[in-house]
């Protein structure tokens, strides 16, 4: 049996954390871990800073103004 | 009080009033849909390798949508709705089997774009900071070489800001398996950005 690790529970948290998907008692318990460990603090910091980072890399490009076009002519004509 | 309009007009001339009311809802749902075309887009554009693709999905899907509006629930998310159609037309063009390249060992885990980037830098190591040696490029590459059934998740949930139920639905996946391919391929995501941002500064 392997002994409870607070870091790797922390890393096993981080994706619920971030995708906001965890319960209030978890969230509680990991900010409680991290306020204390600067190495889990120093990865959440890191990994939130990276999703933006993706997020905003990847909106960067409009969609064609003539894709608009040929899209609202797939409409069914007016009777 | 609301009264009701007099029955013996809707007896005499149901077919015109039902088609009109018909025609309002198509036009509607019609409206609607092209409302989120840009952001149907977003993320048709990193499921699928070019810009051409994603413009012949988004075809395609619209085409689709437009003829099958009808099987569309109004006030549920037209946004997913929109997007099974786009994921299940993407899966049938016959998409290329990729193969998953293999993750980092599990000692260096989900810091090794961390450590790499701390690495190639000029001592600065402030997570904010070491972040920004990424280039835009650099994660638009990476994520076009995240394989399939990694990356529908990761782009359904990190571009297009879906919940896990939501991608689980579009996909027709469990939440369980959501959850997982969303850790593996947001991994393989880091690794590839690694990979490039290590390999754009040696160059």
């Known amino acids: 049996m392997t002994a409870y690790d607070p870091c790797t529970h922390c890393e096993e948290m981080m994706q619920p954390y971030m995708d906001r998907v965890i319960t209030d008692l978890e969230r509680a318990e990991a900010e409680a871990h991290l306020d204390e460990c600067t190495y889990c603090r120093k990865r959440y910091k890191f990994e939130e800073k990276l999703r933006q980072f993706v997020r905003q890399a990847v909106q960067h490009e409009p969609m064609p103004v003539e894709l608009k076009t040929k899209l609202a002519s797939l409409r069914t004509p007016l009777q | ?203």
């Open chain 2, 1 to 203: 009080m609301v009264g009701w309009p007099e029955m013996s007009e809707t007896t005499r001339e149901p077919d015109a009033r039902q088609l009109a009311t018909e025609a309002r809802d198509r036009v509607r749902f019609e409206e609607d849909a092209l409302a989120l075309s840009d952001q149907v887009y977003r993320v048709a554009r990193h499921l699928v390798g070019s810009r051409e693709e994603a413009e012949d999905l988004m075809q395609e899907t619209y085409a689709r949508a437009f003829r099958s509006w009808r099987s569309f629930t109004p006030g549920t998310n037209l946004r997913a709705w929109l997007l099974r159609i786009l994921t299940n037309l993407n899966i049938d063009r016959g998409r290329k089997q990729q193969r998953t390249p293999d993750t980092q060992p599990l000692e260096e885990g989900d810091y090794f774009l961390y450590n790499k980037l701390e690495a190639s830098g000029d001592g600065v190591s402030d997570e904010e900071r070491v972040v920004e040696r990424l280039s835009q490029n650099d994660v638009v590459a990476a994520l076009s070489e995240v394989p399939h059934d990694f990356r529908d998740v990761v782009v359904l949930v990190d571009v297009g800001d879906f919940t896990y139920a939501d991608a689980a639905q579009i996909l027709d996946i469990p939440i369980g398996t959501v959850m997982s391919r969303l850790h593996r391929g947001r991994r393989i995501l880091k690794q590839a950005m690694a990979e490039s941002a290590v390999g754009s500064e040696e160059s």
